[in-house]
Nanobody, 116 residues
Framework: VQLQASGGGSVQAGGSLKLSCAAS????????MGWYRQAPGKQIELVGR???????DYADSVKGRFTISRDNTKNTMYLQMNALIAEDAGVYYC???????????WGRGTLVTVSS
């Protein structure tokens, strides 16, 4: 499975941005899709995840501001980011973990910059 993240860009602090992550094919069974990010000079961190049953969890730093959703008919996951702050800037990556699979798929990142 190949993942393609898109939607990154430059936004002012307080603004919004919506990222998309499209998978190259459909997949069935239990799975988890996630968003990670890496700020310059920092370790990669989990932003949030969504299961195939639409259960979500988020990092404390984005709770109440970010929302993850998915459209299984389009094999696509979304990350709606509101009230962006400088600390949200970085490269955002999407992931897919399939039940029973030995590895997690990673997509190429999309860059988000937040200007004050």
């Amino acid at each position: 499975v190949q993942l393609q993240a898109s939607g990154g860009g430059s936004v002012q602090a307080g603004g919004s941005l919506k990222l998309s992550c499209a998978a190259s094919r459909t997949f069935s069974g239990f799975n988890v899709m996630g968003w990670y990010r890496q700020a310059p000079g920092k370790q990669i961190e989990l932003v949030g995840r969504i299961t195939s049953g639409d259960i979500t969890d988020y990092a404390d730093s984005v709770k109440g501001r970010f929302t993850i959703s998915r459209d299984n008919t389009k094999n696509t996951m979304y990350l709606q980011m509101n009230a962006l702050i400088a600390e949200d800037a970085g490269v955002y990556y999407c992931t897919l973990t399939l039940a029973g699979a030995p590895t997690t798929y990673w997509g190429r990142g999309t860059l988000v910059t937040v200007s004050s």
